[in-house]
């Protein structure tokens, strides 16, 4: 169970164009979604905060322009990289929060990622 | 500034043996820690957590420590699986019962490799 699915897997843009990464939760429903970005050999790093129904939470240092982020129900959270730039190539991965999470509010169950090029 | 710490970016431990991985924090706001697993080109996969008012936690071959007054924890795996091979990343949070949930603050990950 908790199974969280992120699509496209991978995808490459040309610098200038927009990108939309979807996340799902297959099989409960997410109250809170989380959005990470990953440089090689770097760690995690938390972008926003996405509450089902309201606006997102960015991260010092993220600008919410260019990232949008959409959670339009309680088992879908859309990331729009707008005006995408070379520097802005990584892996993107979402995690989310089953609503009913009993003991464990932060057992984050994480998607498999998107690996965005901008050329 | 790096709030949580994994100074051992690999780990080299023979299949059988015990395997211990160390991760350290600065911020004493956090009351929640978790490792997850992760391979190359996939999401993390969490394994065990604990929270501040414990100082141990065991789940099969998975036990966490936690020692608050050093801000120091660690995962220990015993024995040791080729299938254990991986990157393990240690994360915290700073909120913890109830009342809604922050992200996770990771750490830089340490790249376990089970010798056979």
């Known amino acids: 169970g908790a199974v969280v699915s992120q699509h496209p897997s991978w995808v490459i843009c040309k610098s200038g164009t927009s990108v939309k990464i979807e996340c799902r939760s297959l099989?409960?429903?997410?109250?809170?979604m989380f959005w990470y970005r990953q440089f090689p050999k770097q760690s995690l790093m938390l972008m926003a905060t996405s509450n089902e129904g309201s606006k997102a939470t960015y991260e010092q240092g993220v600008e919410k322009d260019k990232f949008l982020i959409n959670h339009a129900s309680l088992t879908l959270s859309t990331l729009t990289v707008t005006s995408a730039h070379p520097e802005d190539s990584s892996f993107y991965i979402c995690?989310?929060?089953?609503?009913?999470?009993?003991?464990?509010?932060?057992?984050?169950?994480f998607g498999p990622g998107t690996r965005l090029t901008v050329t | 500034d790096q709030q949580v710490k994994q100074n051992s970016p690999s780990l080299s431990v023979q299949e059988g043996r015990i395997s211990i991985l160390n991760c350290d924090y600065t911020?004493?706001?956090?009351?929640?820690f978790l490792w997850y697993k992760k391979y190359p080109a996939e999401g993390p996969t969490f394994l065990i957590s604990i929270s501040s008012i414990k100082d141990k936690n065991e789940d099969g071959r998975f036990t966490v420590f936690l020692n608050k007054s050093a801000k120091h924890l660690s995962l220990h795996i015993v024995p040791s699986q080729p299938g254990d091979s991986a990157v393990y990343f240690c994360?915290?949070?700073?909120?913890?019962?109830?009342?809604?949930?922050?992200?996770?603050?990771f750490g830089k990950g340490t790249h376990l490799i089970i010798q056979p």
């Open positions: 911020n004493s706001m956090f009351d929640y």
């Open positions: 994360a915290a949070s700073a909120r913890y019962s109830g009342g809604g949930a922050d992200g996770l603050t």
């Open positions: 995690s989310a929060i089953p609503r009913l999470a009993g003991g464990h509010v932060y057992e984050q169950y």
């Open positions: 099989d409960f429903q997410a109250t809170t």
